[in-house]
T-cell receptor
């Protein structure tokens, strides 16, 4: 059982559709980070949320941190083929050197 | 702008062989870590280091050793490779913001390892 559960695991949508990816846990995190990974590359940070209830926007991407700092969501508006990739959430806890615990990832495909 | 450099990019080992995956960063980050990525499992922490001379175990440390003799380098050693260690390995570095936690993790491009 993973500490961070991401859903859905796979998502295939048409260009222009909206989608939401969820990242849930029973543990509290000091921060929650969202990464995007392209094939053959390492993950690259999209955003960090720190405060419970925090909402951050990055163009068409909206990230939210739950009030209790146990869960987060990523919403993409009007998805484009360039959004295709693996989206990973990662939680930071105040132990283990603040190393990251990752969710299982959501593989998104946006078809033109 | 090298960032985090991992070598090799690809490796095939026979069961029982040993090898070292190299990782170097040029950002003077004190924190370094090794993850393995398997399908549907995200990234799982193998070992990490909070500074030169200091290492600790992560979630899946068995079968791996690490050392941190310098700030820049953090090699991962497979002692006796097993098929279960077939995976993609990522090295990452970050620095501490003190009570505010760590910065984002900067990842290398990964090493794809196959054990036959």
């Amino acid at each position: 059982t993973q500490l961070l559960e991401q859903s859905p695991q796979f998502l295939s949508i048409q260009e222009g559709e909206n989608l939401t990816v969820y990242c849930n846990s029973s543990s509290v995190f000091s921060s929650l980070q969202w990464y995007r990974q392209e094939p053959g590359e390492g993950p690259v940070l999209l955003v960090t949320v720190v405060t419970g209830g925090e909402v951050k926007k990055l163009k068409r991407l909206t990230f939210q941190f739950g009030d209790a700092r146990k869960d987060s969501s990523l919403h993409i508006t009007a998805a484009q083929p360039g959004d295709t990739g693996l989206y990973l959430c990662a939680g930071e806890r105040n132990n283990a050197g603040n190393m990251l615990t990752f969710g299982g990832g959501t593989r998104l495909m946006v078809k033109p | 702008n090298a960032g985090v450099t991992q070598t090799p990019k690809f490796q095939v080992l026979k069961t029982g062989q040993s090898m070292t995956l190299q990782c170097a960063q040029d950002m003077n980050h004190e924190y370094m870590s090794w993850y393995r990525q398997d399908p549907g499992m995200g990234l799982r922490l193998i070992h990490y280091s909070v500074g030169a001379g200091i290492t600790d175990q992560g979630e899946v440390p068995n079968g791996y050793n690490v050392s941190r003799s310098t700030t820049e380098d953090f090699p991962l050693r497979l002692l006796s490779a097993a098929p279960s260690q077939t995976s993609v390995y990522f090295c990452a570095s970050s620095y501490s913001l003190g009570a505010r936690g760590n910065t984002e993790a900067f990842f290398g491009q990964g090493t794809r390892l196959t054990v036959v």
